[in-house]
């Protein structure tokens, strides 16, 4: 059981309808010829792993931040945050993770907080490893006030795959770190815009899981 357990991950309901259409187009082509049903089993699973939501045990202290997304760090660089979260436009060190296809997409918080605002903007859909895809493309942006009265920014970015952006909370909302907030679906971005004179932890290139990997620490 131990086994199938580190295999068979539980899927996002959201993914449930996908996975449906999938396997009706699967079984209509193995009615047509064999080898395309084959081609759409493999299409199947991988859209039921896509859409996976494994258990995460985010790190058990009060003053980091964790990574809100499994993929690989893109940019480290600084950056004001959205206008529409209404924060300063005073640079802030942001680090972006990339998520291609094949890594989990449902999107965690980095830190416990209160959702002050969310705020989407639709745009276009450049490839989310782009610099100009924080800028230019849809996305959907948070605005946490943790305890200590300072703010952080996490924002999910559609990328040239991805066309749907989907946030499960609202206004008021009460996170804990390593809650789930939302994904995107199929390949993109989540930016994280760290508060003022917070230094990150992790490099251009670093693995992150979501949840769990340390992007920085708010101790003094």
Not at 20 to 25: H, L, N
Not at 52 to 74: K, L, M, N, T, Y
Not at 82 to 109: I, K, Q, W, Y
Not at 195 to 202: R, S
Request: hydrophobic letters at 50%.
């Amino acid at each position: 059981m131990k086994m199938l357990d580190t295999v068979i991950k539980p899927m996002h309901p959201e993914g449930r309808p996908f996975v449906a259409i999938f396997a009706v187009i699967t079984a209509g082509l193995f009615f047509l010829w064999a080898p395309l049903g084959w081609i759409g089993l493999g299409l199947t699973i991988w859209c039921y792993y896509f859409f996976r939501d494994p258990e995460r045990f985010p790190p058990q202290r009060p003053d980091i931040i964790i990574s809100p997304a499994d993929g690989i760090v893109s940019l480290i660089e600084p950056a004001v945050p959205p206008a529409e979260l209404g924060m300063a436009d005073t640079p802030l060190t942001r680090v972006s993770v990339f998520m291609n296809v094949f890594n989990c997409h449902v999107n965690r918080a980095p830190v416990p907080g209160t959702v002050a605002k969310v705020a989407y903007r639709k745009g276009k859909f450049f490839n989310a490893s782009l610099d100009k895809a924080s800028a230019d493309n849809e996305r959907n942006s948070l605005r946490l006030t943790m305890a200590d009265g300072r703010d952080i920014a996490v924002v999910q970015i559609a990328g040239l795959v991805a066309r749907r952006i989907v946030c499960f909370v609202e206004d008021g909302a009460t996170l804990e770190a390593g809650e789930r907030f939302g994904l995107i679906r199929f390949g993109s971005r989540l930016d994280v815009y760290l508060p003022a004179g917070v230094a990150p932890m992790v490099r251009v290139g670093q693995t992150m899981v979501a949840g769990e990997t340390v992007i920085a620490s708010l101790a003094p």
